[in-house]
C-alpha cells in the first residue's frame, strides 16, 4: 500500500510537467516561408476543400516525418529554383515548426522546399476535389431550381388557404431550413473557386 501511495505521488508530480509541456507544443507560432505562388494556393485549396485549417495542414505534414526525410534525401540531389518566391506567414503549431526545422537542419535541405515538395504530393486531392467542385455547381444549380419551386408551392398555400392556415408556419419552417443549407452550400462554392483556376505547374519545383 506505501508503495502504490509513492507511485501515486510520482504520477502526481511528472503529469502536470507534461500536460504542461504538450500544450506548450500546441502554441501557435507565425512563420514565414518563401514559397511559390502555386504552393501557397495549393495549400489554401486543400484546407477548404477538407474544411480544416491551414494550421492542422502544417500540423498533418509535420506529422509524417518519414516523408519528410524521404523529401528531404530527394532534394539534396536536385537544383533548386529560387526565382519566384512569395514570403508567406502562416500560423502553425510550435511543435510543427520544430519538427520542420529538425528535418531541415539534419538534412542541411531549405525548408521552404520541403513544404514545397510535400504539397505536390497532395495534387491528386486538389484533382479528385475539381471534378467534385463542378459536380456541385451542377447540383446546385439543381437545388436553387427546387427551391424556387418550394417558395411558389408557398405562395400559392399562402393564397388559396390563407396566411393564417396551421400548414403555413410548418412549410415555412421547413423552407427555412433549406434556403439555410442552399446558402451554406452557395458559399462554399464560392470559397472554393481558386481551385477552378489552379495550375500545378505554378509550384516552383
Known sequence: MVKDDKTQKKMNFFLPKTFASELKERQSVRATFRLSEG??????IVATQMGIKQKSLFDHLAEDMDSLKSIAREIKQRKIKKQGRIQKTFVISKKSLSSIDEISNMFNSSRD????????????IISKERVKHE???EFLVKIKKHFHQGEKILDDIRKQLGSDDPIINKFKMVMSGYETVKDNMEAFIDRSKGIEEFDADDLNL
Open 39 to 44: 504552393c501557397i494556393n495549393a495549400i489554401s
Open 135 to 137: 459536380k456541385r455547381k
Open 113 to 124: 522546399v520541403l513544404i514545397e515538395h510535400y504539397i505536390q504530393r497532395l495534387l491528386p
